[in-house]
């Protein structure tokens, strides 16, 4: 099978790279800049991902040995392709002028990479620092209006580019990385979905073997088809543990359950435990507190559940790959955004072994495996929903009188979204609780409530995405809505951040 290496430097995007790859049907594998490459035929071409170090600085990541001598093609890619200058004798310094967001560039020289590309093209740029100096044996393709955009090799099939063309903004993204793999690498697709599959079944029955496995299920995508994965691969050595947090949406913890009952052969068990993370949260306001307290307590319930099996020592999670990257790089440098509950949570003391099947998949990957596994639509195709519920959509302490309101709000909301069929033609679509009153007029009488904000955004990957176009006359039925049936809410305000720069929850 071939194969493409990404290295990983430490963008927040290192994986999207290999997501990308995964998508022409070429396996695609992201590794440490610390780990050395051996020899493989499979092995068609190398990628260097971006990262939010500076070349030049002493302790700043550096190019194996083992990168260069293989022999195959190189592609670098931001900081990738600073490295590739620096290493081959040109200068890297700061920018007069930093380019962050959408770009133009402007290719000047045609070359396999650019392909099939226009003359001028939008690009998704992330630099601070620039190429001052090429190498000798480097030539200039394409420029920004304040940088060297592109260049390649005069002789060997290595390229850089100082643009990120595996995020969605970047116009003709595919394009470029379609070139490199399948003009330059001249790798063959022959991966998909069903290997990754059959593969994972054989690496989860191989380290399991007839041991417990206790899995913490939310009833969102991520979740139900790890829960799907795990059964095929172990069947009734797999326990589902269903936790009613109190911090679910209306009518969630009685729906969940409802739609699990297809699944006549998994073993779910339901947990109250609502007063256990309300009592735990009581006075914390800092939301990377709140998340790993809600982890705390989740893995305290799954310690008691554990109490009550025989040979349970692995705990499973639905853990998708925007989970981690934006936790704790799994393979490299990468900056923290903020800890998962999944991801950060989990106390010294716990005697679990961890198990996450979909660790190193996005999304719309996880749910092309949930089809292939047979799960149906409803179960598939339901918007995400974050492990800490709605602990992180109330800005701020946590208190019931909170929950209830916001959980009012969000139902209205979503409600509105399938009434009006845009349910399924938006990603993700939620309600916010903010920790700031405002002046009001209802019924002649002054009022002192919440604002709420609604957010919908649009995402492939959920690793970019931008704000839903929701139309004028929706959202005034919306907040409307809202005012007259939710006591605690007199302002409703809509979200228009694209992410990045922001995140697609608040906290």
């Keep these: 099978m071939d194969k493409i290496i990404i290295i990983d430097y430490g963008s927040q995007y290192n994986a999207l790279i290999a997501r990308r790859i995964r998508e022409m049907h070429v396996y695609a594998e992201v590794i440490s800049h610390l780990d050395e490459i051996t020899y493989d035929q499979n092995i068609k071409a190398i990628i260097l991902s971006g990262g939010p170090n500076s070349v030049y600085d002493e302790l700043a990541p550096k190019l194996h040995p083992s990168v260069l001598s293989l022999n195959v093609p190189i592609l670098g890619i931001c900081y990738g392709m600073q490295l590739l200058i620096q290493t081959f004798g040109g200068k890297v310094g700061p920018g007069d002028i930093r380019e962050y967001g959408k770009n133009q560039i402007d290719i000047e020289h045609e070359s396999l990479l650019t392909l099939n590309m226009h003359e001028t093209s939008t690009v998704w740029m992330s630099h601070g620092d620039k190429v001052l100096e090429l190498p000798e044996t480097f030539e200039m393709l394409a420029s920004s209006k304040h940088a060297i955009a592109m260049v390649k090799h005069k002789e060997h099939d290595i390229y850089g580019v100082q643009f990120h063309p595996e995020v969605t903004h970047t116009s003709e993204g ?23 599959i059959t593969s994972k079944i054989k690496e989860i029955k191989e380290e399991v073997k007839d041991e417990q496995v206790i899995l913490g299920l939310s009833g969102g995508v991520d979740s139900t088809v790890a829960a799907a994965l795990l059964s095929k691969a172990i069947g009734k050595n797999l326990t589902c543990i269903f936790v009613d947090t109190g911090l679910l949406r209306k009518h969630e913890a009685i729906e969940v359950i409802q739609n699990y009952e297809v699944f006549s052969d998994m073993n779910i068990i339901k947990v109250d435990a ?19 307290i809600i982890g705390r307590v989740f893995f305290e319930v799954f310690e008691k559940e554990k109490s009550k099996l025989k040979n349970a020592s692995y705990l499973a999670q639905g853990t998708i790959y925007p989970d981690v990257i934006e936790s704790i790089s ?3 440098p990468s900056h923290t955004i903020k800890s998962h509950h999944n991801v950060g949570g989990l106390p010294k003391q716990s005697t679990f072994k961890i198990l996450e099947p979909l660790k190193e998949l996005f999304k719309d990957e996880v749910r092309a495996v949930g089809h292939t596994l047979g799960l149906g639509e409803e179960l598939v195709n339901r918007h995400p929903f974050p492990g800490p519920g709605l602990g992180i959509r109330i800005i701020g302490e946590i208190t019931e009188e909170k929950v209830h309101i916001l959980q009012e ?4 909301f979503i409600k509105a979204l399938r009434a ?14 903010l920790p700031v009153k405002t002046v009001g007029a209802m019924g002649d009488m002054r009022t002192y409530e919440h604002v709420l904000a609604i957010r919908s955004v649009n995402s492939t990957d959920f690793m970019t995405a931008d704000v839903s176009r929701l139309s004028y006359d929706f959202l005034d039925e919306v907040s409307t ?11 409703v305000v809509y979200d228009i951040t694209s992410k990045p720069p922001g995140t697609i929850e608040w906290e």
Excluded at 175 to 196: G, H, M, Q, Y
């Design 174 to 196: 595919k394009t470029l990385l379609s070139n490199f793999v399948f003009e330059i690498a001249k790798a063959k697709p022959n991966w998909s979905i069903k290997d990754f």
């Design 274 to 292: 609502k007063q256990e993370f309300y009592q735990a949260l009581k006075g914390i306001t800092d939301p990377e507190s709140k998340r790993k």
């Design 330 to 332: 799994i393979k490299g």
């Design 409 to 412: 709000a969000d139902d209205i």
């Design 420 to 433: 009006h069929h845009l349910y399924d033609q938006v990603s993700q679509a939620f309600a916010v609780l």
């Design 481 to 491: 809505s809202i005012i007259n049936q939710v006591r605690g809410i007199n302002r």
